[in-house]
T-cell receptor, first 117, second 109 residues
Framework: GAVVSQHPSWVICKSGTSVKIECRSL??????MFWYRQFPKQSLMLMAT?????????EQGVEKDKFLINHASLTLSTLTVTSAHPEDSSFYICSARAVPGLNTEAFFGQGTRLTVV | RKEVEQDPGPFNVPEGATVAFNCTYSNSASQSFFWYRQDCRKEPKLLMS???SGNEDGRFTAQLNRASQYISLLIRDSKLSDSATYLCVVNQAGTALIFGKGTTLSVSS
């Protein structure tokens, strides 16, 4: 089946530094990818929709200048957490559909566990 | 009101038990529905889609009631390996998947 690869799987960084997370579709092209964040015992919350070749669409309450999204190619989207703070510590996960459509399966990357110290 | 609400759980059941999870969604424009399974510290994986006519996949049965905006998942003959968090998910046209908070199932021997 379709595979979405996310890297790194975990990262620990110092407060104030930036962290880049990559999401790749390995065997399909994805014009749209989605970035989610999940805090412990909470649901996956959509942060933004990444669109190839155009600006990302951010959900209400998500700071676009803090969470920079770049979707430079049909197989790669990156999320950069800038000036990270401890409250940004969370599980970040990307998703894409190999076949566009409402009823098609969405595939997820393995997720990135970010810890800001 | 949250877009997708689920039973809070956790559900602790013995092997062989039948367990049912419920879910309601608030947006009547939702067009497709799924149950995903998430193991601890892992990414969600599709368990099954949910259709208006109801559908079954082995020990798993999903039901959808559009009028009540209600979705259910029934697991029969629970196995230890069924222990996980079950996420109710809805999709509207042109948008990402919207997840419920999840219901945790723990099956014990």
């Amino acid at each position: 089946g379709a595979v979405v690869s996310q890297h790194p799987s975990w990262v620990i960084c110092k407060s104030g530094t930036s962290v880049k997370i990559e999401c790749r579709s390995l065997d399909f092209q994805a014009t749209t990818m989605f970035w989610y964040r999940q805090f412990p015992k909470q649901s996956l919350m959509l942060m933004a929709t990444s669109n190839e070749g155009s600006k990302a669409t951010y959900e209400q309450g998500v700071e676009k200048d803090k969470f920079l999204i770049n979707h430079a190619s049909l197989t790669l989207s990156t999320l950069t957490v800038t000036s990270a703070h401890p409250e940004d510590s969370s599980f970040y996960i990307c998703s894409a559909r190999a076949v566009p459509g409402l009823n098609t399966e969405a595939f997820f990357g393995q997720g990135t566990r970010l810890t800001v110290v | 009101r949250k877009e997708v609400e689920q039973d809070p759980g956790p559900f602790n059941v013995p092997e062989g038990a039948t367990v049912a999870f419920n879910c309601t969604y608030s947006n009547s424009a939702s067009q497709s529905f799924f149950w995903y399974r998430q193991d601890c510290r892992k990414e969600p994986k599709l368990l099954m889609s949910v259709y208006s006519s109801g559908n079954e996949d082995g020990r798993f049965t999903a039901q959808l009631n559009r009028a009540s905006q209600y979705i259910s998942l029934l697991i029969r003959d629970s196995k230890l390996s069924d222990s996980a968090t079950y996420l109710c998910v809805v999709n509207q046209a042109g948008t990402a998947l919207i997840f419920g908070k999840g219901t945790t199932l723990s099956v014990s021997s």
